[in-house]
C-alpha cells in the first residue's frame, strides 16, 4: 500500500509530531498534502520546510472535531487517507476538563464517521502511551490494561475503543497508533513543553531546572522521526488494520537521568536542579514494547542518542539567540 499518489490529510498537522510527518509524506511523493489545525499549539513556521519542498499543501485553520467542516474538507480535497494527530494536549486537561474530553472524543467519532461513510479510504489515528497509566508490568505491551490517571488520557482511551468499534462493527480501514514520549525538534517550547525545550529553555536563563516530584518516574522517550516513519510504515502494511501498534524505544530512563544527560550535553553538568510537588495523574513508569510494530511493519525504533539529543538541543539553542 504506497502513499506515493494519494491525497492525503493530516489533522494537527502544523504541530510537534504532524509537521515532522507532513515533511515525511513527502518524501512518499502524495498527489496532495491538506493539513487541518486550529494553531492551538501549530505554529506556521512548522510548515515552512514543507511549503519549501512540496507545491500542493493546502492549510485548513478548522476543529478537527467538528464533523461537518470535516465533511468538507475531505469530500474537496477527495481525500484518500487521514492521518488524525489533531488533540488537545494532557496540561490543559488538567485546567478544562470536561473540554478535553469533549474534544478529543469527538475528533474520533468525526473521522470514524468519515470513513464509515466512504468520504475516506484510511483512517491512522493516533493515540497516546498515556492510556495506560503507569505500569502495572514492563515492557507494556498493547494488550496492558488501559488506567488513564488525567481527563486527557481517559479521552484518548476513549477514543481508541471508539475507532476499535467501528472497525469491528462498520468494518473500516483503520488502524491505532500509540506513541510514547516523543523528543525532537519543533516540541513547544512554550507552556505545554515537554523536558527537554524546558531543561534547554532555562539553562540559558540562568534559572533552575524543575522536576515534578522525586523524578524517578521513567519515560520510553522516542525521537520523533521514527514515530513519523512508524506512522508511514503502519499505513503501509495492511495486517496494521484494526489493532493498537505501540510506536516506542522497549527502554526507560528517569526523569533525573535525562536531566543529567542533557545538563552534560548543554555543558552545565552543575545547573542547579530542584524538585517540585507531584504533577497530578503523573504516570510512574512507562517502558513500550515494540515487538507487535516489529512483527507487522518490520521496523524497530532505536533509542535515544546524543546525536538526536544534540539535534533536538541545538534546534531550541538556535531559536533562543
Sequence with gaps: MELKGKRIIVTGGAGFIGSNLVDRLIDERPESLAIVDNFFLGKEENLTEARGRFGNITVYRLDASNLAAMDHVVRKEKTDIVFNLAVIPLPTSLEYPAWTIDTNVQIAVTFCELARTGAIRTLIHCSSSEAYGSAIYSSMDEAHPLAPTTPYAASKASADQIVLSYCQTFGIDAAIVRPFNNFGPRQNPGSYAGL????VNRVSRGLPIEIYGDGEQTRDYIFVRYTTEALVRIYAAPATRGKVINVATGREITVNDLVKKLLKALHHADHPVVHTEER?????????????????????????????LEETMQWYLGRLR
Design 280 to 308: 497530578p495523574g503523573d504516570v510512574r513508569r512507562h517502558c513500550g514494547d515494540v515487538r507487535l510494530l516489529k512483527e507487522l511493519t518490520g521496523f524497530e525504533p532505536q533509542a535515544i542518542s546524543d546525536t538526536d
Design 196 to 199: 527537554i525545550p524546558i531543561v
